[in-house]
């Protein structure tokens, strides 16, 4: 995932294309292959499709910083519910505005329900690294989540960053949420403060990722374009069951 405040929309092609991303690696630690996030960068041609293509869960992006909201993330919501789909949405925190401000920000600009999962994506701001989100705006984020909405959400993070530049502890807010990892080697490296619990998402391959690496072990979902794919650390009940507690 990456910032994109001032996106270049695709098209809504009404004749999808075919995309394919690598199966998860023979040696990775299997899990099932259900999720997938997408922001308006992503093409996305019928969620019917994407549904009958095996896929269970579908995190969207709703807002980046303290002042843009993704401007496909409620259409597609209502097109995802309908085709059966669970739902989440996810927050990219950056720099420039509290932690506290950018919660408030997510809230109005996602309206979750009860059965919305709720994501922080905690990385590196690649478009300009001085105004990623610093740990204290992380754990403030978490924190006014957790107070309007009662539960906490989970947190996108890879290794390096949780461990070398945030450098979180299992003491923080941030270690109570559930873990996100991304990491596209053919195992997680686990962050030190989730060694204990582990992995709940794994995000395994990218869009430009899946297009670059498929080498013969593909998997076509139809009805959306190239997108981040995503294991879940369980079977198929215990994902139903992990998304209604989680939200």
Not at 3 to 30: C, G, K, Q, T
Not at 58 to 66: L, M
Not at 193 to 203: D, F, I, R
Request: proline share 9%; hydrophobic share 40%; net charge negative.
């Amino acid at each position: 995932m990456a910032p994109d405040s001032y996106p270049n929309l695709p098209p809504e092609n009404p004749l999808p294309p075919e995309p394919i991303a690598p199966e998860p690696p023979v040696s990775s630690p299997r899990g099932l292959d259900a999720v997938i996030d997408l922001s308006a960068h992503n093409p996305v041609y019928d969620f019917r499709l994407v549904r009958a293509s095996g896929i269970l869960g579908v995190i969207h992006k709703a807002s980046e910083g303290d002042f843009y909201a993704d401007p496909l993330c409620a259409e597609r919501r209502s097109q995802a519910e309908a085709a059966g789909l669970l739902w989440g949405a996810y927050h990219f925190g950056k720099g420039d505005s509290s932690g506290a401000e950018q919660a408030a920000f997510f809230l109005a600009s996602s309206r979750p329900t009860p059965r919305t999962l709720l994501a922080l994506d905690l990385e590196l701001n690649e478009g300009d690294p001085s105004n990623s989100m610093t740990l204290d705006q992380g754990e403030e984020f978490v924190q006014a989540v957790a107070t309007a909405t009662g539960r906490l959400p989970l947190v996108y993070l890879h290794p390096n960053w949780a461990n070398r530049s945030l450098r979180i502890t299992a003491d923080s807010i941030l270690a109570r949420c559930g873990l996100w990892v991304v990491d596209y080697r053919a195992s997680p490296e686990i962050p030190l403060a989730w060694a204990t619990k582990g992995w709940q998402l794994w995000q395994y391959a990218s869009g430009e990722y899946a297009g670059r690496l498929t080498r013969g072990r593909n998997r076509i979902i139809q009805g959306v374009g190239p997108c981040d794919r995503n294991l879940f650390s369980g079977d198929t009940t215990a994902l139903y069951r992990f998304w209604n507690v989680a939200s």
